[in-house]
């Protein structure tokens, strides 16, 4: 009696020929790799938010402006020669600042403990003309998000872009 042990399936199959097996974890492997094609498929479709055409040419300019005009808050993250990127920059405040701070006068994010610092956000799509990549990053208790996470997200997007 032999035992042949099926690879990815932790069981014993016993008096069987290893080139049925083979066959089968091959069918086995097309049919979920069928099922994930399917799945990613049906994860493309999105879901209409009716926003109109005027609302969302005014969101991209608006995005594209905070990355490649030279009063954006994200310009010192604009890509480098012919590829144009999009951007929002964010900063999430985690602490509550009173109203006594507030009149004393707000105490600088890096002159607070470590775990009491915003969070540095940026999200971006890129090329602009055809996007083809989007992006968020953020970067814990790191502070703004066009002096960290907007360059962190400009070396992904160019790596994207140049290596895709």
Do not use: W
């Amino acid at each position: 009696m032999s035992y042949i042990k099926v690879e990815g399936h932790n069981g014993i199959v016993k008096d069987t020929d290893t080139g049925m097996i083979l066959n089968i974890n091959k069918q086995e492997i097309s049919a979920a790799r069928k099922r994930k094609l399917e799945r990613r498929e049906k994860e493309k479709e999105f879901e209409n938010l009716n926003i109109s055409n005027e609302h969302l040419e005014f969101i991209k300019s608006s995005m594209f402006s905070v990355v490649n005009s030279s009063t954006g808050t994200a310009f010192n993250s604009k890509l480098p020669g012919n590829y144009k990127m999009a951007g929002k920059t964010g900063t999430s405040q985690v602490r509550r600042i009173s109203l006594e701070e507030r009149e004393d006068g707000v105490i600088k994010n890096e002159e607070l403990n470590y775990k009491l610092r915003d969070h540095s956000i940026f999200t971006c799509f890129a090329p602009f003309d055809n996007p083809k990549y989007s992006l968020s990053v953020i970067a814990e208790h790191m502070g703004s998000g066009s002096k960290v996470a907007a360059p962190i997200a400009k070396r992904i997007m160019e790596l994207a872009l140049n290596k895709y």
